[in-house]
């Protein structure tokens, strides 16, 4: 009796083994696959962020031959937009404010990708 109790328990064992080695094989692909978007994602935004800093030098020189200071605008609005987060108005308009804000931050550091 002592033997065929010992082969249920060893038997259980490693069912239990090989349900959490396929457990393990499952999350090993799902992050396989995370990482694979997460790669495409990078370039993805690599390439948004390429094309953002072509836009932002077309439009300045729009604004340069229209006789427009584009710097100065950017400035500005960079300072408007600091000083709206420093009141505190950015929690209160975060969603409805998010395209402008994100602009915003796209204009500020584009000055150093179109400088390079």
């Known amino acids: 009796m002592g033997l065929g109790s010992t082969a249920k328990k060893i038997q259980g064992l490693s069912d239990r083994a090989e349900a959490m080695y396929k457990q393990v094989q499952e999350l090993q692909q799902r992050i396989i696959g995370l990482e694979e978007e ?6 993805t935004v690599k390439s948004i ?3 953002l800093t072509e836009q932002r030098a077309l439009l300045l020189a729009l604004a340069e031959e229209q006789g427009i200071d584009g710097e100065q605008i950017l400035a ?5 937009e600091a000083e709206a987060v420093a009141d505190g108005d950015d929690e209160d ?3 409805a404010g998010s395209a402008d804000g994100d602009a915003d931050a796209s204009d ?9």
């Open 38 to 43: 997460v790669d495409d994602t990078h370039d």
């Open 49 to 51: 962020d390429h094309q």
């Open 76 to 80: 500005e609005a960079a300072i408007d």
């Open 93 to 95: 308009g975060d969603d």
């Open 108 to 116: 500020t550091e584009a000055p150093d990708a179109t400088a390079e």
